[in-house]
């Protein structure tokens, strides 16, 4: 049997979860690494350097959100993709999930295999993302890919993931507008249906750090980068 792949951190107070989900993913050859308890969790993660961590959002002591701002912090687990794993499925769960720094919401319950499915598109795009982006200067923005960090002006700009993955892809066709299906599928691997906010909120996040000229709305459709 071939040596486990990705590591992987869940974090979740219910023994039982945490066991199935264990099942599902050492199944799929994953290294898989658990705690029910938050503070411990987060000293596991600056430990082990997990490369996903699956996170309940409702966790005694400090919360899903919590765990994943303390993530954030850490500039040694600055690439490390967090997904929350949660029954709630509001709108404003999921917009502070992404505002904190998530790269996916998964709510449940959904099968053991769907959930893998998902782990693994994630998974994909960490070791190889689909769209490659050369470094490339344009007049008050440069897109560094190396070293996964923008220059705006001069001024270096340290971008969560996601938002990195969504401007990279807009700058490889700048001008040209991307469809929200697009957008999903390359950056997620899978579509994004209308009425999920994930898209917006990072596109939110993008302007408010890069300011308003960069990323074109079209209404109904999606964005595209005006450089």
């Known amino acids: 049997m071939a040596s486990p792949i990705h590591k992987i951190l869940v974090i979740d107070s219910d023994s039982e979860i945490i066991s199935a989900i264990t099942t599902a993913l050492k199944g799929e050859e994953f290294s898989v690494i658990s705690s029910r308890n938050s503070r411990e969790a987060i000293k596991i993660a600056e430990t082990e350097l997990p ?51 998530a790269d996916d919401y998964i709510i449940k319950p959904v099968k053991p295999r769907v959930l893998v499915s998902r782990l693994k598109a994630l998974l994909k795009r960490y070791t ?15 897109i560094d890919r190396e070293r996964y960090l923008i220059l705006k002006d001069g001024d270096e700009i340290v971008l969560p993931r ?3 993955e969504i401007l990279s892809l807009l700058y490889t066709s700048p001008r040209k507008v991307f469809t929200r299906k697009e957008i999903s599928e390359l950056i997620w691997g899978y579509e994004i249906f209308s009425n999920n906010r994930t898209i917006d909120v990072h596109i939110r996040k993008l302007r408010e750090k890069l300011g308003d000229k960069y990323i074109k709305t079209i209404k109904g459709i999606g964005y595209s980068l005006e450089v």
Request: proline fraction near 3%.
């Open 51 to 101: 490369q996903l961590v699956l996170v309940d959002l409702l966790m005694p002591e400090l919360d899903g959100i919590d765990i994943c701002i303390e993530l954030r912090h850490k500039p040694e687990l600055s690439n490390t993709l967090i997904v929350f794993y949660s029954e709630r499925n509001e709108d404003y769960s999921q917009i502070a999930a992404f505002n904190a720094g």
């Open 162 to 164: 996601k938002e990195f």
């Open 128 to 142: 190889t993302l689909q769209v490659e982006v050369e470094k490339t200067k344009t007049t008050g923005l440069t």
